[in-house]
């Protein structure tokens, strides 16, 4: 006797002439368990067929389950196959060579919230990950979901595979990044492996390596961990390593999807290039920080070229002194073009501590530029844990304590979510009008946690008209939408949340130049309970008080204040030369 999915004992007819065949349509696994035992169980020698590995997702867990708690004395053995896992994995090379983990994303019998966490823990602890059912007809954003988890921990040149019909007929194999990759059509049958900081490309194959010495210097690409990209076109030339702008043996040949374009060099350049060529500097802007930068700098005689992505942003970056102002998202390729045309200084990335993808997109462009990187790292408030009371000083006070006050009024209680589903989740459960101020690239999730459980949301958001349109095509009406430009006053967040009826507050960890101080101590005054979402892990190493760290050949380091990049510039200037020196 056979029992099993009809569309896996299909797979396997050539196995199953002269056989009694009990055949079952989806999602009726614990009819096959029990008509599989019943058959057992009259004395019939049963087999229920199960997809890939039955151990792993598959029949073996629920049948063993059912036979335990029925007191079945019937024998059952479990015959190991090949789980999707390792059947995608040798399509795409050695992705699995090291350690790894394997989660499911469909949420039929797993809470998202366990589901997220699991991700996370993964993300943190540099696994390779393999994902399990990402996407099906009516189920498209978990690995929407999946992808952000991921980006708070590696680069968007991580390579990611995506097999589906792994070793069935007309299977299918794509290596992207986790950058693009959502652009690649998946259903059920696909599997996705996202790789590790040391996974990389090569031609075709994904390699994760194990560790053991293989000759890495004998010549040809070398992997790096991210946030160096990885190969993603084609193989590296052949030849002894070249060090090229790096003092750190055993780089070789840059990426060449990050070479920077040299071509019309000398047209391409914007006007004004007569003030300080020779010292320029890339400064990715549109917050606070790097205004107070631009300002520095500018006075300081150094030419500044900002990158902004709004108009709103380039208005700032004017103010401030810029330059020249670039107004779009920039891709690593331009971005390391960009400073190998200005004969960049530097790069000094001063986006918002949640801006994770321009983060690693401008590590990336330092290293095929071989530019030094400086990242502004705003101050965070919130640690760690859950629960907690965060100490609040008046409005305008900037972080320090008012010693006049009581003690119960300094102090504002809050819950810390990880991500940005955990917080949607905290938040339907704290509230029914959810008070929503982390900004417009979140909303989605917090829009449809809000619709499934019948709560409202009234999001602040800035005064863009792209912006404005995105929360209408997300359902939300010209009543949900408080479009204005912060940070504000304890007064006037305390005024909003009253005129809206908010019962729970939604934020970041965006620090004290973010507003959140104002925005705790108005919902300590209503009694409004608060989320707070978790700032992404730091992509830098800690700062380095000293100066660039020649030791390492790198580069990275974080800065606190304008005038603190402009000691850096000078030391950069006066202590190391040319960039092909650093």
């Given at each position: 006797?056979?029992?099993?999915?009809?569309?896996?004992?299909?797979?396997?007819?050539?196995?199953?002439?002269?056989?009694?065949?009990?055949?079952?349509?989806?999602?009726?696994?614990?009819?096959?368990?029990?008509?599989?035992?019943?058959?057992?169980?009259?004395?019939?020698?049963?087999?229920?067929?199960?997809?890939?590995?039955?151990?792993?997702?598959?029949?073996?867990?629920?049948?063993?389950?059912?036979?335990?708690?029925?007191?079945?004395?019937?024998?059952?053995?479990?015959?190991?196959?090949?789980?999707?896992?390792?059947?995608?994995?040798?399509?795409?090379?050695?992705?699995?060579?090291?350690?790894?983990?394997?989660?499911?994303?469909?949420?039929?019998?797993?809470?998202?919230?366990?589901?997220?966490?699991?991700?996370?823990?993964?993300?943190?602890?540099?696994?390779?990950?393999?994902?399990?059912?990402?996407?099906?007809?009516?189920?498209?954003?978990?690995?929407?979901?999946?992808?952000?988890?991921?980006?708070?921990?590696?680069?968007?040149?991580?390579?990611?595979?995506?097999?589906?019909?792994?070793?069935?007929?007309?299977?299918?194999?794509?290596?992207?990044?986790?950058?693009?990759?959502?652009?690649?059509?998946?259903?059920?049958?696909?599997?996705?492996?996202?790789?590790?900081?040391?996974?990389?490309?090569?031609?075709?194959?994904?390699?994760?390596?194990?560790?053991?010495?293989?000759?890495?210097?004998?010549?040809?690409?070398?992997?790096?961990?991210?946030?160096?990209?990885?190969?993603?076109?084609?193989?590296?030339?052949?030849?002894?390593?070249?060090?090229?702008?790096?003092?750190?043996?055993?780089?070789?040949?840059?990426?060449?999807?990050?070479?920077?374009?040299?071509?019309?060099?000398?047209?391409?350049?914007?006007?004004?290039?007569?003030?300080?060529?020779?010292?320029?500097?890339?400064?990715?802007?549109?917050?606070?920080?790097?205004?107070?930068?631009?300002?520095?700098?500018?006075?300081?005689?150094?030419?500044?070229?900002?990158?902004?992505?709004?108009?709103?942003?380039?208005?700032?970056?004017?103010?401030?002194?810029?330059?020249?102002?670039?107004?779009?998202?920039?891709?690593?390729?331009?971005?390391?073009?960009?400073?190998?045309?200005?004969?960049?200084?530097?790069?000094?990335?001063?986006?918002?501590?949640?801006?994770?993808?321009?983060?690693?997109?401008?590590?990336?462009?330092?290293?095929?530029?071989?530019?030094?990187?400086?990242?502004?790292?705003?101050?965070?408030?919130?640690?760690?844990?859950?629960?907690?009371?965060?100490?609040?000083?008046r409005a305008g006070n900037h972080g320090r304590r008012d010693t006049g006050r009581q003690a119960d009024e300094l102090t504002t209680p809050f819950q810390v979510a990880?991500?940005?589903?955990?917080?949607?989740?905290?938040?339907?459960?704290?509230?029914?009008?959810?008070?929503?101020?982390?900004?417009?690239?979140?909303?989605?999730?917090?829009?449809?946690?809000?619709?499934?459980?019948?709560?409202?949301?009234?999001?602040?958001?800035?005064?863009?008209?792209?912006?404005?349109?995105?929360?209408?095509?997300?359902?939300?009406?010209?009543?949900?939408?408080?479009?204005?430009?912060?940070?504000?006053?304890?007064?006037?967040?305390?005024?909003?949340?009253?005129?809206?009826?908010?019962?729970?507050?939604?934020?970041?960890?965006?620090?004290?130049?973010?507003?959140?101080?104002?925005?705790?101590?108005?919902?300590?005054?209503?009694?409004?309970?608060?989320?707070?979402?978790?700032?992404?892990?730091?992509?830098?190493?800690?700062?380095?008080?000293?100066?660039?760290?020649?030791?390492?050949?790198?580069?990275?380091?974080?800065?606190?204040?304008?005038?603190?990049?402009?000691?850096?510039?000078?030391?950069?200037?006066?202590?190391?030369?040319?960039?092909?020196?650093?």
């Amino acid at each position: 006797m056979v029992v099993g999915y009809k569309t896996y004992l299909d797979l396997i007819e050539d196995l199953l002439t002269g056989k009694e065949l009990v055949i079952f349509g989806m999602k009726q696994e614990i009819k096959r368990c029990a008509a599989a035992l019943e058959l057992a169980r009259k004395g019939r020698r049963v087999a229920l067929v199960s997809g890939g590995d039955p151990g792993v997702y598959g029949m073996a867990g629920p049948l063993l389950e059912m036979a335990v708690r029925k007191g079945e004395k019937v024998g059952i053995r479990v015959i190991p196959g090949v789980t999707a896992a390792t059947a995608a994995a040798a399509e795409l090379g050695a992705p699995l060579a090291h350690d790894f983990a394997v989660i499911s994303l469909s949420d039929l019998l797993t809470p998202w919230s366990t589901i997220a966490h699991r991700l996370e823990a993964a993300a943190a602890g540099d696994f390779v990950t393999v994902l399990y059912n990402p996407k099906s007809r009516h189920r498209g954003w978990q690995i929407r979901e999946a992808r952000k988890i991921f980006l708070c921990y590696r680069c968007p040149g991580t390579p990611v595979g995506i097999v589906r019909n792994a070793r069935r007929c007309h299977g299918e194999v794509v290596v992207s990044t986790l950058g693009d990759f959502l652009e690649v059509p998946m259903d059920m049958a696909t599997t996705v492996i996202i790789g590790s900081s040391t996974t990389y490309r090569y031609g075709d194959w994904m390699i994760t390596p194990r560790g053991y010495p293989v000759g890495a210097n004998e010549g040809g690409s070398v992997p790096f961990s991210c946030p160096r990209p990885p190969l993603l076109h084609g193989k590296p030339a052949p030849g002894r390593a070249e060090k090229e702008h790096f003092s750190n043996p055993g780089l070789s040949r840059k990426d060449e999807a990050l070479k920077p374009d040299l071509a019309g060099t000398d047209d391409a350049r914007p006007r004004g290039m007569a003030k300080a060529t020779q010292r320029a500097v890339v400064v990715m802007a549109g917050t606070r920080e790097a205004h107070e930068t631009i300002t520095v700098l500018a006075r300081n005689g150094y030419r500044v070229v900002a990158t902004v992505v709004t108009s709103f942003g380039r208005n700032l970056a004017e103010a401030a002194g810029a330059d020249e102002v670039v107004v779009r998202a920039m891709t690593a390729r331009d971005l390391a073009g960009l400073l190998d045309r200005e004969k960049a200084l530097a790069l000094v990335d001063a986006t918002h501590p949640f801006a994770v993808e321009a983060t690693c997109t401008a590590r990336e462009a330092c290293h095929a530029a071989g530019v030094p990187y400086l990242r502004y790292e705003r101050p965070g408030i919130v640690d760690k844990g859950d629960g907690r009371s965060l100490a609040c000083g008046r409005a305008g006070n900037h972080g320090r304590r008012d010693t006049g006050r009581q003690a119960d009024e300094l102090t504002t209680p809050f819950q810390v979510a990880a991500h940005y589903a955990e917080a949607a989740e905290m938040a339907v459960r704290a509230g029914s009008v959810i008070f929503l101020t982390t900004g417009s690239h979140s909303l989605e999730v917090f829009v449809r946690a809000a619709r499934v459980a019948g709560k409202r949301i009234v999001a602040r958001v800035l005064p863009d008209e792209g912006v404005f349109q995105k929360c209408l095509n997300l359902g939300l009406g010209p009543a949900d939408i408080v479009a204005m430009k912060g940070p504000f006053s304890r007064a006037l967040n305390e005024a909003l949340f009253r005129q809206y009826g908010a019962d729970v507050l939604v934020t970041k960890d965006s620090g004290t130049a973010g507003g959140l101080e104002e925005k705790l101590a108005a919902a300590r005054t209503l009694g409004i309970p608060v989320v707070v979402v978790k700032r992404p892990k730091p992509l830098v190493d800690a700062p380095d008080p000293g100066g660039v760290r020649e030791a390492s050949g790198l580069h990275f380091v974080t800065v606190r204040s304008g005038e603190e990049v402009l000691q850096i510039l000078t030391r950069l200037e006066t202590g190391m030369g040319h960039k092909e020196e650093i």
